[in-house]
């Protein structure tokens, strides 16, 4: 069992979902989120005052999945994702030691579904 | 304490009274009766006050439109609804007035640039027409900001609010209300459903045509997504201020107080076209889309008030309320039309106001009275098609002027600057983009759209 954790920009959000969904990954949580990388901030000017927003709006994803559903979900991912341009964002991997469905109780693949 | 303070009101009060009792003392002895102001004067008050009311109809549009668009672009429509007041003052001052109400010909007027030797004929004073004129001028250059949101350099939305006030609204209104060949024909257009409505109405439709829809709102199969609005709260204001406005807009283009008959008469027609407009909308989204909808609710009330704004004065009460009633069907299934035609219109600046400011044109000639000031009578008066035919070909004009002059404008700009904002701009916001400031700072929304 995985958990993956990617961090994209918020306007590719419906396209990374329709790729999950073409992929038949359908479960998922979205979250706002504020960060940067390696891609700069945007200028702000408030009444003549000039700030630097270093933060910018990201979203971020968190999907736990099965072993065999690890490639579709990232490959999924990028395909919604990329443009080519800085900030496109990141992908992360994580192991994931338990996973339980409140409902039934039920652990591991069949928590996942 | 508490007697203490109610015996200084209760002296306050007394004084106050004493003060006036004497001032009326004074008035009835200094010999001719008590009159206070010329009959001229009551005028120029009725249509100051009016001004200020339509001038209200800025934040009215401001907050209707800002209600209805996505958090990422309101400081750029706020701007452009801001902005395109002071370009409208300044284009109705430079050339406007002079082209609207000047000598000249049927097409324009050529004389008052700058208001230098311009005249005013009426009891009211030039300075109170110009006003009020100009904040009319104001209100069909602000219609448009709400068919172009959020995909219009900020650059070109002045340039273009300039240009319509200075321009195209005066020459149509040149037709109609300064003594051009439309009001030669007896074309019966009261408070502007045709001069304000379907001529911002129709710039709204070639300029958000002429930018094509927002990114994401039409999908591959020609179906339309629904890009919510971010604020009811927001917009249902703007309607009611909109609709509070109206009653200056209306009432007051009878430029004169007279016996008051006049100007009650259209504030109640004014007031029950705008209600059946939102009742009929919200029965009838209901029943076609399975829940009563603020905003189709809203956007009936003022589809019934455009209608309402020409025939106003030449009609029965019992008329102002079929007007407004079809006014309703005409916004809820103008949207849809629209939608289905791949047209983007946020606010529905389309199906309101230029859908509606052509059918309040057209039902001066079915429902008009002579009796009431018309020149003939209507369709159903016994009046035949002579008048319906005046307003078709009326309205008709204005749209087609309207839609070639627009085009050619947005057309010029959109060649030397580039009328649309870079992809990644829209898609970050304009209020990022080309402002450099958010609306709602502090707060975390969703972008994802």
């Known amino acids: ?113 | 304490m508490f007697a203490g303070f109610k015996r200084r009101v209760l002296a306050v009060l007394s004084g106050a009274l004493f003060l006036w009792g004497s001032q009326t003392a004074f008035a009835s002895s200094s010999g001719d009766g008590a009159l206070y102001a010329s009959t001229a004067g009551i005028d120029t008050l009725w249509v100051l006050l009016a001004a200020f009311m339509v001038f209200i109809m800025q934040a009215g549009f401001g907050m209707l439109e800002a209600g209805l668009i996505r958090t990422k672009s309101t400081c750029n429509i706020l701007m452009n609804n801001f902005l395109d007041f002071c370009m409208a003052t300044m284009g109705f001052f430079i050339f406007g007035y002079a082209i609207m109400f000047g000598t000249g010909n049927g097409f324009m007027g050529f004389n008052g640039f700058l208001l230098i030797n311009a005249t005013h004929t009426g009891t009211i004073p030039l300075e109170a027409a110009w006003l009020f004129h100009a904040v009319f001028c104001g209100a069909a250059a602000t219609i448009v900001a709400g068919g172009i949101a959020e995909r219009m350099k900020f650059k070109c939305y002045l340039i273009y609010s300039f240009l319509i006030s200075a321009t195209i609204y005066p020459v149509v209104g040149h037709w109609i209300w300064g003594g051009g060949w439309l009001s030669k024909l007896g074309f019966g257009d009261f408070a502007g459903s045709t001069v304000v409505h379907a001529v911002g109405g129709t710039a709204a439709l070639v300029g958000t045509m002429i930018l094509g829809p927002r990114i994401g709102k039409f999908n591959k199969d020609g179906s339309a997504n629904a890009i919510e609005g971010h604020s009811m709260a927001l917009a249902s204001l703007g309607a009611l201020i909109l609709w509070f406005a109206w009653f200056g807009f209306n009432p007051g283009s009878t430029l004169s107080v007279g016996d008051g008959s006049l100007m009650a008469k259209v504030a109640m027609n004014t007031n029950i076209a705008a209600a059946a407009g939102a009742l009929v909308a919200m029965f009838f989204a209901w029943n076609k889309f399975g829940k009563p909808d603020l905003s189709m609710t809203m956007n009936g009330a003022l589809a019934g008030l455009v209608a309402i704004t020409a025939p106003c004065s030449y009609i029965l009460p019992y008329e102002s309320a079929i007007i407004g009633a079809v006014a309703g069907i005409i916004v809820v299934l103008g949207t849809v039309f629209l939608d289905k035609l791949l047209i983007d219109d946020p606010v529905g600046a389309v199906p309101v106001h230029m859908m509606n400011g052509i059918w309040g044109t057209l039902s001066v000639g079915i429902f008009g009275h002579q009796a009431l000031g018309l020149s003939r009578d209507g369709l159903l008066h016994g009046g035949g098609f002579t008048q319906l035919g005046v307003q078709a070909l009326g309205v008709g004009a204005v749209v087609v002027f309207v839609a070639a002059g627009m085009t050619l404008i947005f057309k010029l700009i959109d060649r030397s600057m580039g009328l649309r904002v870079s992809r990644e701009d829209e898609l970050k916001g304009l209020d990022i983009s080309e402002h450099g400031m958010e609306a709602y700072a502090g707060f975390q929304i969703f972008t994802t759209k």
């Open chain 1, 1 to 113: 069992m995985k958990l993956i954790i990617a961090m994209i920009q918020p306007h590719k959000l419906p396209d990374v979902k329709k790729a999950l969904f073409e992929a038949e990954v359908h479960k998922m949580t979205v979250t706002n989120a504020l960060g940067c990388g390696q891609q700069k901030g945007f200028t702000e000017t408030y009444r003549g005052v000039i700030h630097e927003v270093n933060l910018l709006k990201k979203v971020r994803l968190e999907i736990a999945v099965n072993e065999n559903f690890v490639k579709p979900t990232i490959d999924a991912i990028i395909k919604g994702a990329r443009t080519g341009k800085i900030g496109d964002g990141k992908i992360m991997v994580l192991d994931l030691s338990e996973c339980i469905r409140i409902r039934t109780g039920e652990t591991g693949r069949e928590a996942i579904g």
